[in-house]
């Protein structure tokens, strides 16, 4: 941790006394110059829902939490001038806000390391990047990626480190039954909730931690049922997919759209969080129509069914995968985990598979991993949280064909389909757990690949390397050549 963040102050909504509190969580900023008039439009409806109607002063117990990401490129993320845009905007708001860091907000050029970067982030907010806060009866919990450079695979991976992790554990343990909620930037794996499969389930970015035990944060929300709520952003989607709020367990996962014009579906969104003593009631707030939706009611004392909690030790063969692969093509066109979700219209869900969307093919290839072929990609999924973890090819053609070799190099015998008379998969998954190679066969010799097992027993590839250490090989060969 940096000196900066060990001195930094500790925001807070209100007591915890107070018998009710609100709370707006505003998702993926991404500031820039041109939208403004939507970002102070969307501040401004959002210190109306915190105000009391008839005085128009803020709310008891009222604050705001922004889930990272501040700045677009036009206003260089992550760099100083970047974190004081985002203050003076974030200042706007009348009541109390906390914020954590996102995948952006540590990519400043600025900075060499990622603490230099995270140490100036700390300064101009004069908060730590972890904190926990009260809101009435609720215990707000923060917390925040401490990598970009130094992030082994993708730059853009959230990572939460062991520091945090062991504070967090001693915050859930001390709540004892008071109910929590936790904000990170990124959803963690097995929430259930939807992912965007071609752009962050490929380049291993989708789940908090996804490189390092991405399972350690799921193992913490069984073990510690006083975990009602979960709000994540990253993805830049709306609100209205049944599966933008996903119940597993006594938690609630929610996806936290945007507030301005990055987003993927055309659509603007915050959500508002009201807590009492009883329960809560999560809304949706559309920014365009500026109209506010009640989306779940829930007590702190309701549960929801768990398919499969996370083992402590990884598993040689997922126990069901047969159940797996019909628990994930449930959850891909179920829209029940919203109460209130609206059509979608004419906004694209391009790219946003397993959700809406049922696989050509299902392949169990032990060690606890299915692989399933969606059009143009085979993504590889953790059968145990049913979970999308990586992309094994993508830009495939219909007629791309694939077999399964064993470590000799001989061929399975893997039937070509397993696809009922309508085009679906079965939920029956082929065979391939001898498989030590895929090999995908296309019309033009360039298009075919193979892909072997990696270190963890799956075979998904590593599409995006970090892209800072790569600039900085390149800055350093152009400098030798200079010379």
């Not at 400043?108 to 009260?134: C, I, M, P």
């Not at 917390?143 to 480190?161: G, K, P």
């Not at 609100?239 to 993927?264: E, K, M």
């Not at 998969?425 to 097992?453: G, K």
Request: glycine residues 8%; negative net charge.
């Amino acid at each position: 941790m940096t000196t900066a963040s060990l001195s930094a102050r500790q925001p807070n909504f209100g007591d915890r006394s107070d018998q009710e509190a609100t709370v707006a969580i505003v998702g993926d900023l991404h500031l820039e110059p041109d939208q403004m008039r939507l970002f102070h439009k969307a501040r401004r409806q959002i210190n109306d829902v915190l105000s009391d109607e008839i005085s128009s002063k803020p709310l008891p117990s009222a604050g705001v939490v922004q889930l990272g990401d501040l700045g677009g490129y036009n206003h260089q993320p992550g760099s100083h001038k970047c974190f004081l845009t985002a203050k003076e905007y974030l200042d706007g708001f009348k009541v109390p806000y906390a914020v954590i860091t996102g995948n952006h907000d540590l990519e400043g050029n600025d900075f060499e390391t990622d603490d230099d970067n995270l140490a100036a982030w700390s300064k101009v907010f004069d908060q730590r990047h972890y904190w926990a806060l009260d809101a009435g009866p609720l215990l707000c919990i923060g917390l925040s990626t401490v990598r970009f450079r130094s992030n082994n695979f993708s730059a853009h991976e959230v990572h939460i480190d062991g520091e945090q992790m062991a504070w967090f554990e001693q915050q859930l343990q001390q709540a004892g039954n008071r109910p929590v909620a936790v904000f990170t930037h990124a959803p963690i794996m097995g929430s259930g909730i939807k992912a965007v499969l071609n752009v962050h389930v490929k380049n291993r970015c989708a789940w908090v931690n996804q490189s390092s035990d991405p399972k350690a944060l799921m193992r913490l929300v069984h073990t510690y049922p006083c975990i009602k709520l979960w709000f994540s952003g990253h993805y830049h989607l709306s609100h209205d997919y049944g599966d933008s709020i996903a119940l597993v367990g006594s938690c609630a996962f929610v996806n936290t759209g945007v507030i301005g014009n990055g987003t993927r579906d055309g659509c603007r969104h915050s959500r508002i969080l009201a807590v009492n003593g009883e329960g809560y009631e999560l809304s949706t707030y559309d920014h365009e129509e500026g109209a506010q939706r009640c989306d779940l009611r829930r007590q702190w004392t309701e549960s929801a069914p768990v398919a499969s909690a996370p083992s402590t030790t990884a598993a040689a063969n997922s126990p069901d995968n047969e159940q797996a692969v019909q628990d994930i093509e449930r959850q891909a066109s179920s829209l029940q985990a919203c109460t209130a979700a609206k059509e979608i219209g004419s906004h694209s869900r391009s790219g946003s598979s397993p959700s809406g969307q049922a696989a050509l093919q299902w392949y169990d290839i032990g060690r606890g991993r299915l692989l399933a072929r969606y059009p143009g990609l085979l993504c590889e999924f953790d059968a145990e949280l049913r979970a999308p973890m990586g992309a094994v090819f993508v830009n495939m053609e219909p007629e791309d064909t694939l077999s399964f070799l064993d470590s000799d190099g001989n061929e399975l015998n893997v039937p070509s389909s397993s696809s009922s008379s309508n085009g679906v998969a079965n939920s029956r998954a082929l065979d391939c757990r001898a498989a030590d190679t895929i090999a995908l066969h296309s019309s033009l010799p360039a298009n075919s690949r193979r892909a072997q097992r990696n270190s963890e027993g799956g075979f998904y590839q590593i599409f995006q390397p970090n892209k800072w250490r790569l600039r900085k090989e390149r800055e350093a060969q152009a400098a030798a050549h200079a010379r």
